[in-house]
């Protein structure tokens, strides 16, 4: 692929198209090779594009991990020009997208799911940052799928990868799931709302579905009211009237596995 092309993996319509994405910096890369071993037997694997200055971190770390993953070396300007930060570190992965129609994540750390597991479903969240952090929540707290509506934020975005410190790798998720086909696959459904019911009560945990809305808008009324969802509230002071969305996630999944 050529590295002109590489730099275009930047934009979602080019992840869509050549089917890749980009993980940049050590620390993303390491996350990734916890998983390429399983992941990427066969077809496409990562290439690994780095300068002449991370070639013995390579062979520390590429080489001795049993791993298929092809690595170039570039010149430091040719690295700039791949980069979205302002100073790269100087390597950057690209990435398969294991399944291009589904947007499946990873699935090594999947085999042994009990059957408790919980879905969360986002509609049409835009932050990358509160994607990136929810991410990294469900990852910390296991045996969650995340469900994300149409017009979500691509959870490959640049911003999302590295917000999510590599827990992208760690959690199952599905893309485009629409709010209307949730009640084909589940029939419980719990969201939040500030009359609701406390979530430390016993029945929080007894859901299929936890809705989670649009930062400004919210889960659409009328969509929670076909789906005969149950409103449930974080208790706080009351000096303020929300919370922000990856702060929310965050706390209902405390509780649910706790």
């Keep these: 692929m050529k590295l002109s092309d590489v730099k275009k993996l930047h934009q979602k319509k080019y992840r869509s198209q050549f089917g890749f994405y980009l993980v940049e910096g050590e620390h993303l890369v390491l996350e990734l ?45 040719q690295m700039q020009q791949l980069s979205d930060t302002k100073s790269p570190q100087g390597i950057i992965a690209r990435v398969p997208l294991l399944d291009a129609a589904s947007h499946h994540a990873l699935p090594q750390t999947f085999a042994n799911e009990p059957a408790t597991q919980k879905y969360i479903y986002l509609h049409e969240v835009q932050d990358p940052g509160n994607l990136g952090t929810i991410l990294r929540t469900l990852a910390w707290f296991g045996n969650f799928t995340l469900l994300l509506s149409p017009n979500s934020v691509d959870p490959y975005n640049s911003k999302v990868v590295r917000a999510s ?56 009324a009328q969509a929670l009211s076909q789906l005969n969802a149950t409103a449930y509230t974080i208790a706080g002071s009351g000096k303020i009237d929300s919370l922000n969305l990856a702060s929310a996630v965050n706390i209902c999944a405390y509780e649910l596995t706790r």
């Design 165 to 220: 410190m590599g827990a992208i790798f760690h959690v199952n998720m599905e893309l485009n799931v629409a709010l209307e086909s949730l009640s084909e696959r589940f029939e419980r459904f719990a969201f939040l709302d500030m009359d609701g019911e406390r979530i430390t009560s016993d029945t929080f945990s007894d859901y299929h579905c936890y809705l989670f809305g649009n930062e400004a808008r919210g889960v659409p």
């Design 33 to 77: 090779l916890k998983v390429a071993h399983n992941a990427y037997k066969s077809g496409d694997v990562p290439t690994l594009y780095i300068t002449a200055d991370y070639e013995s971190w390579v062979n520390k770390h590429v080489l001795t991990a049993n791993v298929q993953m092809n690595v170039e070396t570039v010149s430091s300007q």
